[in-house]
Every structure is written in C-alpha cells, then in structure tokens.
C-alpha cells in the first residue's frame, strides 16, 4: 500500500497531521481536495479569474504556512473556507466591489480587460441547445449572484454549490446560526425576485 | 437584526425552480499548475527562507562565536594576568620604587612644561581676550559662551545619533485570518 493511496482515502484531519509532520505529498493531498472548492468560492465572490487565483493562491499559503494553528476540533474544510471568504471579503472591502456583471468587472477599461474579467461559465450538456440553454441560464444565476451582498453571497455559494449545513456555514463566517438562516433566506428572496422575468 | 426561521419553510415552486438553477451551477478549476505555483510560493515564504531570516544582528563579534577560540583567549588572558601578579607579587618593592621613580619623573616633566607654556602664551592670550573684548563687547562674548554651552550636549546628541548602531529589523507576522 504506498503512501499516496493512504492519502487519498485518508480523513482530512489525517492529511493535515501528516503535513503538520512535514510530509509534501500531504500538502499536495490537501490542495488537491480544496483548489477547486477555494477557487471557486472566491471566483464567485471576487469575479476577476486572474485575481481570483491571486488570492487562491494567497489563502494556500496561509493555510499550509499556519497548519499549526489549526484546532482539529472544527472540521479543515470550515477553516479554509473561512480563510478564503475572509481573502475575498477583506479584498472587496478594498476596492468597494459590491455588484459585478458577468461581461467583466466595472473597471475593465478595455476589450481584453472585459474579457479577461468575465465569468466563464462551463457547460455539462451534451446537445447544442441544451448547452446553449445551460449557458443561458447559468448566466442569468451567476449574475443574480453577483448582485447580492458579500455576505449573502457568502452564505448562498457556501450552501448551495459547496453544500454545506447551516451549523458549518456560521462556523465559517463567524455569524449566528439564526443570521446564516437569515441572510440565506433573504438571499433566496432576491435571487428569486432578480430572476422572475426568466421563469415566465 | 431579525431572525427568520428558516427551519419550517414549505419550498414553493419558485424555491424550486431557485434550487434547480443554483444546482445548475459548476465549480470552476484554477488554471492548470495552480498546486505547484503554491507549493514554490509555500517554499519561498516557509521556514529558513531569506524572507525569514531577517533576525537582528548579534552583539558578539563572529570569531567568538566559536566556543574553542573564545575559551583559548579568555584562558590566555586568565593565564597571563596570574603570572602578572604573582611576579608583581614576589618583587612588590623594587615595582613600587620603579613605578614611584617613574611616576614623578613624568608629573615633574609635565608640570615643568606646563608652566613654561603659561609664561610663553598668558601674554599673548591676555592680549587677544582684551581685544576681543573691546570689539565685540561683553554681551556678545556672553551671548557666544551661551550658544557654544548649548551647542555641545546637541552635538554630542548628534555625535551619538551618527555613531548609533543600525536600526535592528523586524520580523513580518502574517496571522491567519
């Protein structure tokens, strides 16, 4: 049974003490679990894939640098994922980026910045007019979203694309059980009223 | 804030629909070699990088830092200064007659030129402080004497600010938020 097998069916938490030990395919066991899931989290927040990356990059190496830290007590995924949505957060506080629109972020100046910010949304139909549908409404979704409220925004990737319960979500944005439960309704409301015209 | 229960929600079709569509939605992957510009990032700002080794220098020069050369002089020193005194010792009233005869020697010299330079320059000194005097006045020469007593202590300020060891860096601590 070599090493690489063990890890890749290994808990996170077993994953996290062998890197805590200093083995490197750990560290790699770990950025394999959570690239996508971190990356998209902030991609969905941030809405600039260069920047989104930065920042992925970013919460990596705070993580993997503060493995210490972690108390096995809270689950490892609650950890990194606050530790994105606060990169992402902290980072939309700066540039007081509240909506972006899926054709490119608001200071895209010109065509390759447009284009290098827009939101690329990816297809899982088989059928052209079932892609195109899926495009279509993947859009309309993802720019919904993007108009929400960082927190809402937070809350609704967090429960509905990545999964998590209630319990965890307010774990990771340090919010009261009843808030998360609040702020995902009042999310759901929004979303609902921003897609109405669609589902006439 | 209020609070809305979230708990007891009958999903309407709109909630559905709502749920089909966030369903609907994919994860997006990094580009391609994501991990390894991590783990080179996670090198370079990990453990006995340069980024890290930024510590103040130390106060004891490099050579002894080395424990065997730091013992063979202060062993050296020890031997030396014991070997002093035990000679010193043994022959104390030739020492003290040599160091008395010597002693004088110099006082007497340095007393005798001492002398000779006042006679030579309280003259010409007297001379130039009356001069002095009866151009600029009593009150500027106070006025000076006042300005050069303020000026020492800051030049001596600036002298030891000059001559301050450097400025010590510190370490950067990036805490996990």
């Known amino acids: 049974m070599t090493q690489a097998w063990r890890l890749s069916n290994a808990t996170d938490q077993e994953v996290v003490h062998a890197a805590r030990a200093g083995r490197e395919d ?13 990356f998209s989290l902030i991609y969905r927040m941030v809405r600039d894939r260069e920047l ?13 640098g503060a493995l210490d830290s972690y108390r096995p007590e809270f689950k490892f995924s609650s950890w990194i994922f606050k530790i994105a949505n606060n990169a992402a957060i902290d980072h939309l506080r700066k540039r007081q980026l509240d909506t972006l629109s899926l054709e490119g972020a608001p200071d895209a100046s010109n065509p390759d910045r447009v284009e290098a910010t827009q939101i690329q949304v990816a297809s899982r139909r088989e059928t052209p007019l079932e892609e195109v549908e899926a495009r279509e409404l993947g859009s309309a979704i993802e720019q919904a979203i993007g108009e929400l409220r960082p927190e809402y925004r937070s809350c609704i990737i967090l429960r509905h694309i990545e999964g998590r319960s209630y319990e965890e979500i307010a774990q990771t944005l340090d919010l009261p059980l009843g808030t998360v439960k609040t702020y995902i309704h009042r999310a759901r409301a929004e979303l609902m009223e921003i897609l109405g015209p669609l589902r006439e | ?11 309407t079709e709109a909630d559905q629909l709502l749920d089909l569509y966030l369903a609907t939605l994919p994860r997006f992957d990094p580009r391609p070699g994501f991990a390894d510009r991590v783990m080179a990032r996670v090198a370079a700002t990990g453990p006995g990088s340069a980024l890290t080794d930024v510590r103040p220098r130390p106060a004891v020069p490099t050579l002894l830092r080395k424990p065997a050369l730091a013992w063979g002089l202060t062993g050296s020193a020890a031997g030396s200064s014991a070997v002093l005194t035990a000679w010193t010792a043994a022959n104390l009233d030739a020492v003290w007659a040599t160091v008395t005869a010597v002693t004088l020697s110099i006082g007497l010299a340095a007393w005798h030129a001492l002398l000779a330079l006042g006679a030579t320059w309280s003259a010409w000194a007297g001379s130039a402080a009356a001069v002095f005097l009866a151009a600029v006045g009593l009150q500027s020469l106070t006025s000076l004497a006042a300005g050069v007593v303020i000026a020492m ?4 300020i600036g002298l030891l600010l000059a001559f301050r060891p450097a400025t010590q860096s510190r370490k950067a601590i990036h805490a996990v938020r």
């Open chain 1, 26 to 38: 750990a560290h790699h066991e770990l950025l394999r679990r959570y690239q996508r899931p971190v």
């Open chain 2, 1 to 11: 804030m209020t609070e809305q229960p979230a708990n007891d929600f009958q999903p």
């Open chain 2, 153 to 156: 202590p800051v030049s001596a």
């Open chain 1, 52 to 64: 989104a990356e930065d920042l992925a990059q970013e919460t990596f190496v705070k993580v993997l």
